[in-house]
């Protein structure tokens, strides 16, 4: 009957994969649920395969009639329940919001010394950008499990409205501290944002062609970073460090009303409407407990990464409680999860093969490139004695390979159908970036240095569309928020164990090498001197600066990137 069927099709949006393991059908690998194909593979290196005809579809509808015909005729075979005039309405939104939100996150880079100057509160820095990485990164996993309660469309409009009236407190703010609470604020709108924006994109684009629209958010994302750290420092030195936050307001506030008209008020699993749930009811289904230790405890943690050993001691009371504060969390966090109706991080995604395989390996790709591109700068100032601007100029070259690769994994997935093989290059090309760096030195040519930062930048590009799409095929469509911002999360942390863990590394380094190297009565002060600021190193005399001290830098860079082979490694043990 029509109600068998019904229910037979929503058992199968709870429970079942995209891509679906041999149910004894003869078929090898994994198929599409709930699409009009199949994919057949090994693991996850699907081929595409036409299994279902249109008119097989139709019949497994509730709805007849002429006015259902007449809405599939129209319906994009890439898109899910929406015509493609619609879809695009509300992607380029998507798109125009990821852009947003990248140029926004990577603002601080270039803009931060004008707002600590004027607040005069130059030893504040680094809670700028700290702040605004907690709250985006922390919220991610609840703002996936809320939207699955009250629809994606109200979580979406309130993260944008977020985003917008934090901008604005940005650029008003009159002091340090009301400045850096405008920033926490405002990465939580950002997360929202991005993850939210997401899981409507997995929402409406069937997963066979998920590469080619993930394309485009990739190059939204490497324009906006770009356009972040190229032009906010150029607007803060022409208009004005506030300028850079209020040129932001008239396009994020056009965009929230024009989202308010074409975001479906129908999108994902809808709990509480479909349930018949009242407010406190559907709050009751939420897993507060989880979500708050979850936002404890990964706060923690980003803040023992983020300030032990560069901005406070290891041995400092805020490092040492954060830290506490996360194992305290870590341990009820996990028997929360593992009895939870609706896990605000289902313990599985982390357990079983091959989610926890692919969302892991994206923790250690991130990890190897943000090593890289964070110490590359570094290597150059004070190693090669390059200005600023010439070393920022190199890294844009990584810049490039990620968005350039980005685009056509996206494609190429889609054209092909497979996975895996992006998989497997990117993470080889992640190896052989990170044996190259730690072979440079102070003699190595400037073009060829370029080059040998396109590895890393191609590994990223290759790989994490790779893995953002085989994650979300490999996962049910009910769990499709909670899987995306579990992937977001783990990508998040790998970044600032990658900057950490390689600061760590070097600043240990170097001062084993600097002991070695550094001779004569000031060796102290010197060695003081050039860990403080690697502008100290052109100020000092000719021995010093050659054999005293650019050679310990060299070694300890090297050391710095051998460190993360190893997550180059583990990252591709994840996949093959």
């Not at 977020?162 to 926490?184: E, G, K, L, P, Y």
């Not at 996206?410 to 990117?426: A, E, H």
């Not at 052989?432 to 930048?457: E, Q």
């Not at 590009?461 to 499709?480: D, I, K, N, W």
């Amino acid at each position: 009957s029509t109600l068998d069927r019904s229910s037979a099709a929503s058992d199968v949006y709870k429970r079942q994969p995209l891509l679906r393991s041999d149910g004894g059908d003869g078929f090898p690998g994994y198929d599409i649920a709930r699409a009009q194909s199949v994919i057949s593979t090994d693991g996850i290196d699907p081929t595409i395969q036409a299994v279902m005809t249109p008119e097989d579809n139709r019949s497994s509808c509730t709805n007849h009639g002429a006015a259902a015909d007449n809405q599939e005729k129209e319906a994009h075979p890439h898109f899910i329940n929406v015509t493609q005039k619609e879809f695009w309405a509300v992607f380029s939104g998507i798109l125009f919001a990821w852009l947003i939100a990248m140029f926004d996150s990577t603002l601080m880079a270039s803009i931060h010394p004008a707002i600590t100057s004027h607040f005069n509160a130059a030893n504040s820095a680094a809670w700028l950008s700290t702040v605004f990485l907690l709250t985006s990164t922390a919220f991610q996993p609840v703002f996936g499990r809320i939207s699955d309660v009250f629809g994606r469309r109200p979580v979406y409009l309130f993260a944008v409205a977020v985003f917008f009236i934090t901008t604005a407190w940005c650029a008003t703010a009159q002091s340090i501290t009301s400045f850096i609470a405008a920033r926490a604020f405002c990465g939580l709108g950002a997360g929202g944002v991005v993850s939210a924006g997401m899981i409507i994109s997995s929402d409406l684009i069937r997963i066979e062609y998920r590469g080619m629209y993930q394309s485009y958010i990739n190059l939204c994302n490497g324009i906006g970073s770009s356009l972040g750290v190229a032009c906010g420092g150029y607007i803060a030195d022409t208009l004005g460090w506030r300028a850079a936050f209020g040129i932001q307001l008239p396009f994020i506030f056009v965009y929230l009303i024009i989202s308010y008209f074409v975001v479906p008020t129908s999108l994902g699993p809808e709990l509480a409407r479909n349930e018949g749930w009242t407010l406190v009811q559907a709050v009751k289904t939420l897993d507060i407990k989880g979500s708050f230790l979850l936002i404890t405890g990964v706060t923690s943690l980003l803040l023992t990464l983020n300030l032990g050993g560069s901005v406070l001691p290891w041995s400092h009371p805020v490092i040492i409680v954060s830290l506490l504060v996360f194992c305290v969390c870590l341990i009820p966090f996990l028997k929360i999860e593992a009895r939870a109706k609706r896990p605000v991080m289902p313990l599985p995604l982390l357990s079983t093969f091959p989610q926890a395989n692919l969302i892991l390996s994206n923790f250690f790709g991130t990890m190897v490139i943000n090593t890289i591109l964070f110490n590359m700068p570094l290597f150059f100032q004070a190693v090669k004695l390059e200005s600023l601007t010439s070393s920022g100029l190199r890294i844009l070259a990584s810049s490039l390979a990620i968005m350039a690769s980005s685009v056509f994994t996206g494609f190429f997935i889609t054209w092909s159908g497979r996975l895996k093989p992006m998989l497997i290059i990117g993470f080889v090309f992640f190896i052989i970036g990170c044996a190259v760096t730690s072979s440079m030195n102070r003699d190595t040519p400037g073009w060829l240095a370029i080059l040998f930062l396109l590895p890393s930048g191609f590994g990223q590009g290759f790989a994490m569309p790779a893995t953002l799409v085989s994650t979300l095929a490999v996962s049910p469509q009910a769990e499709q928020a909670v899987t995306t911002t579990t992937l977001s999360l783990f990508r998040n942390l790998g970044s600032v164990f990658g900057v950490s863990v390689s600061s760590w590394t070097l600043q240990n380094a170097l001062i084993y090498y600097l002991t070695q190297s550094v001779t004569g009565n000031d060796r102290q002060d010197v060695i003081k001197r050039v860990r403080q600021s690697i502008t100290e190193i052109r100020l000092l005399d000719p021995i010093h600066q050659s054999e005293g001290t650019l050679k310990p830098l060299h070694f300890a860079s090297c050391t710095a990137y051998t460190s993360c082979s190893s997550a180059a490694g583990l990252t591709s043990s994840d996949i093959l």
